[in-house]
């Protein structure tokens, strides 16, 4: 990393301990049903590790949403991000949506969807936004032949192309998301320019496919340490040739989504920010069943609590500590590392309880660049 970045890095470095003491709340990550429409490849939440039944009503959501808003300062709050599982496979998603514009800190909500269900009833976007929703995220795995086999659906492409078309023009700030695994690896620069040109996302995110959920089964998907050196390669290249461009709202930016660290010398040099997990610092999860923990693919092990028993705020003051205290996570090739002031071990996600790493993105592309 240039000498003109450090200074960006140190203040960076420092902000994240911060957060690790103030921890405020900032973002909610609520996982609204692990019930889906689909059946995908390498989906790492699905539904047959879950029992559906326990999964919250639309009082008891509304209730936790209302409860938050009465406890914690939400001068601070960002947004709330809504996973799934398909959010809209729950009816009473825009019932839920109207109780919680009653509040003006949740006018800032993103969905994160597989595009069938927009794509089949486009009328609903106008509604999300006069309740809140400003931001889509969309899936769009490859193209249309990959697409499809990876979400096993016959038609699942062009309905994700016409979701993320469709937000675009009703003025939400859109999300193509891709997971890049190795039967798609090679179509993501010709899927990156046709997104691109014909949709106008503001931001094309990749994201590296994790040996969680269904990918365990499916290890076929899984990436080679040379092809994780290609993702990265081709996102730096496409940061650098449009970085200046980025300022505009209406320019795609490329970026990494939530792998992990991937060193001083390349972070601010392929996409605009630089990386680390912030699950329990500033981001609140609630599972579809009422645990309390942060994203919806940290195991299960990292659960703090359960609404349906406690008092939110009480959980989020009071316990968190493996996410908010790094030094358990110092173990196998993070013992020696010169990058752990920075990453902190990395994602949560990438993470047993005991602190076994379950996969390092730093060591495995630099694995490749030292041959």
Known sequence: MGSELEPDLQNWAERIKQLAVEHPLQIISWEATRRCNLCCVHCGSPSEDSNLIEELTTEEVVNAFDQIAADFDMDKFHHINITGGEPFVRSDLLVILEQLSRHSCYRNIDIQTNGIYVA????????????????????????????????????????????????????????????????????????????????????????????IGRAELDREYLLSDEQIAQVIEFLKKQFMQNFETYADPSATMVELGCGGWLGCELEGTFRPYFFHCIAGLNNLGILHDGKLASCSNISREFVQGDLRQERIKDVWDNRYQKFRVFDWKKTGPCVDCSEWPYCHGGPMHKRKLDGELLECLYQRFYSVRRR
Do not use: C
């Not at 249309?144 to 492409?157: A, I, L, M, S, V």
């Open 120 to 211: 089949e009833h486009p009328g609903i976007l106008p509604d999300l936004k006069q309740l809140g929703v400003t931001g889509l995220g969309v899936s769009i795995d490859g193209l249309e032949t990959t697409h499809n086999k990876f979400r096993r659906h016959p038609d699942g492409f062009r309905k994700a192309w016409q979701a993320a078309a469709s937000a675009v023009q009703e003025g939400m700030v859109v999300t193509v998301s891709v997971v890049a695994h190795s039967q798609n690896i090679v179509e993501i620069p010709e899927l990156f320019r046709m997104v691109q040109t014909e949709i106008h996302p503001r931001f094309f995110r990749i994201m590296t496919i994790d040996s």
